[in-house]
């Protein structure tokens, strides 16, 4: 089981920036592909960026291309979501996932962290 634990998450002003992180347990975590979703209340838990495990392949949802950067550092067992130019539309739980395959369906991964809150005002 791969623990994934995210952090950075907090209030930030409409556009403003955070840079969240997702840490995981084991080493074995580089070299699976991982997500960030997010959700808002009352809301589906939706995809916003996703990273395979070599870096060179990465996607995001439209609603946020040009805005966020995924990345990740191996040795670290590390990845980021940095999020800039941040919307209101933007505060929801943000939460980091694994799987071996990756996709933009939360369905596809395998593991997940335990979310961190990202509040924007406006």
């Known amino acids: 089981q791969v623990q994934l634990v995210e952090s950075g998450g907090g209030l930030v002003q409409a556009g403003g920036s955070l840079r969240l992180a997702c840490a995981a347990s084991?080493?074995?975590?580089?070299?699976?592909?991982t997500g960030w979703f997010r959700q808002a209340p009352g809301k589906e838990r939706e995809f916003v960026a996703a990273?395979?495990?070599?870096?060179?392949?990465?996607y995001y949802a439209d609603s946020v291309k040009g805005r966020f950067t995924i990345s990740r550092d191996n040795a670290k067992n590390t990845v980021y979501l940095q999020m800039s130019s941040l919307k209101p539309e933007d505060a929801a739980v943000y939460y980091c996932?694994?799987?071996?395959?990756?996709?933009?369906?939360?369905?596809?991964?395998?593991?997940w962290g335990q979310g961190t809150q990202v509040t924007v005002s406006s």
């Open positions: 990273i395979s495990w070599s870096g060179n392949s990465i």
């Open positions: 996932a694994a799987s071996q395959v990756g996709g933009t369906s939360r369905f596809q991964y395998d593991y």
């Open positions: 084991e080493r074995t975590f580089s070299s699976y592909a």
